[in-house]
Structures are given as C-alpha cells and as structure tokens.
C-alpha cells in the first residue's frame, strides 16, 4: 500500500545530542512537510519542501535541519540548539503541484527527552 | 491567517448524524475549508475541503455556508471509530501552511 512511513515510532535523546527522525514516502508526491506537535496543542510547520534539493523554513525552524537528496526521503535532524525537543513530531506529503492539495501524514515519532 | 472557532467537545451516539460546527468569519476569498481528524498518537486523517459550494464524499458531508463565515462537517452514521479531535482549516494558499488549533473533540458512544 502507498503511504507515509516514520520511524522510529519512539525516540529518546540526550542532552547536547543530536537525533534524526526518517520520513519515508511512496506516494510519488514532490512536496513533503515537517510538523511538530504539543500536547493538547494543533500542529505547527517546521520546514517543508516542494521539490528535491530544495526545503523551506516554516515558522519554529530554528534547532532543526532537514534534506531533500531523495524525492522519497525528507529526514528532520533536531539538533542541540534545540532546547525543548520533546514533543511528537508529523511527517506529511502533498503532489505539490497546488497549494491547496490535500496532506496524507504518517503516524508521527514520539521524541522524548532522558 | 483567518481565525476559527470551534466547540472544544461534542458528543453523539452510534448509529446518527454528527454535526460538527465551525466559525471562520475571517476568511478570505480564495482560501478553502479543510477538515480534518486526529485519532488518539496518530497523525491527522484528511476528511473533505471546500471552497464555495457544498461537497461530499464517502467520508462526510460538508455544508458552508453563502457567505463563507461558517461551515458544518456531517457524518453522517457516526461509529465507535470517528471518536477523534476534528479540525476545521482555512488554508489552501501558502504551502503546508494550515494551521491546526485545539479542534472538537468527538466522542461516539455506544
């Protein structure tokens, strides 16, 4: 079946470390987007990328890093100037070719922090 | 962004219509409604989007209103398994830029 893969599903960190969390998709879609959420609290957008080789900041970029080296592949590395990690964090892809494009999401990665 | 309101809970019994209520009175013209859900430590399942008209597919039913303002999401034989926090989304202009609030918390009981 055609979807969204993320793993891992649960992912802890040390202090100073940095973690990256895989988003896998074989949906044959361009766009890819990457979401954070707190408890009780709707998604916000980190980064997002419409095509290979190209990503854009969202609006909480800051502590985080992405690429794009594969159309199937858009792995988020949140790093150590990230200072407060834990939360569940949404893979997501759209066709791109619109912005009004419906989303599919995966099941999300629970980082947590030790 | 526009603004959106939303019932924080709601509740309905298996088996009739739940109808899930949505102010976005802010709305521009050329952004749309999205609904979508969220089952418990999963992502966000897409339902159904709109722009003017009324639309409806074989998950629900969405009803917005002439002047845009408000919309209602309608399923229409609520089970066990729709109990989910519902978001009601104006978007549709920038990339991924849709912006999820505190949504309704749906809850279906036997």
């Known amino acids: 079946d055609g979807g969204i893969t993320q793993s891992p599903k649960y992912l802890f960190r040390k202090e100073g470390q940095n973690v990256t969390l895989s988003c896998e998709q074989n949906?044959?879609?361009?766009?890819m987007y990457w979401y954070r959420q707190d408890p009780g609290q709707g998604l916000r957008l980190i980064y997002y990328?419409?095509?290979?080789?190209?990503?854009q900041k969202g609006d909480i970029a800051e502590g985080y890093s992405v690429s794009r080296e594969k159309k199937e592949s858009f792995p988020l590395t949140v790093t150590s100037a990230q200072k407060n990690p834990t939360a569940f964090y949404l893979c997501?892809?759209?066709?791109?070719?619109?912005?009004?494009?419906?989303?599919?999401f995966g099941s999300g990665t629970q980082l947590s922090v030790l | 962004d526009a603004k959106t309101t939303q019932p924080p809970s709601m509740d309905c019994a298996e088996g009739r219509a739940a109808n899930l209520p949505c102010n976005h009175s802010?709305?521009?013209?050329?952004?749309?409604v999205y609904w979508y859900r969220q089952i418990h430590s999963q992502g966000p399942q897409y339902i159904i989007h709109?722009?003017?008209n009324n639309e409806t597919n074989e998950m629900a039913s969405l009803i917005i209103t002439e002047d845009r303002k408000s919309s209602t999401l309608i399923l229409p034989h609520a089970t066990l398994r729709d109990t989910a926090v519902y978001y009601c989304?104006?978007?549709?202009?920038?990339?991924?830029?849709?912006?999820f609030g505190q949504g309704t918390i749906l809850t279906v009981h036997p």
């Open positions: 802010t709305i521009s013209g050329n952004e749309y």
């Open positions: 997501a892809s759209s066709k791109g070719r619109d912005s009004s494009e419906k989303l599919f």
């Open positions: 990328s419409q095509i290979v080789n190209d990503f």
């Open positions: 989304i104006p978007g549709g202009t920038s990339y991924g830029k849709l912006t």
């Open positions: 709109g722009l003017k």
């Open positions: 949906l044959n879609h361009d766009a």
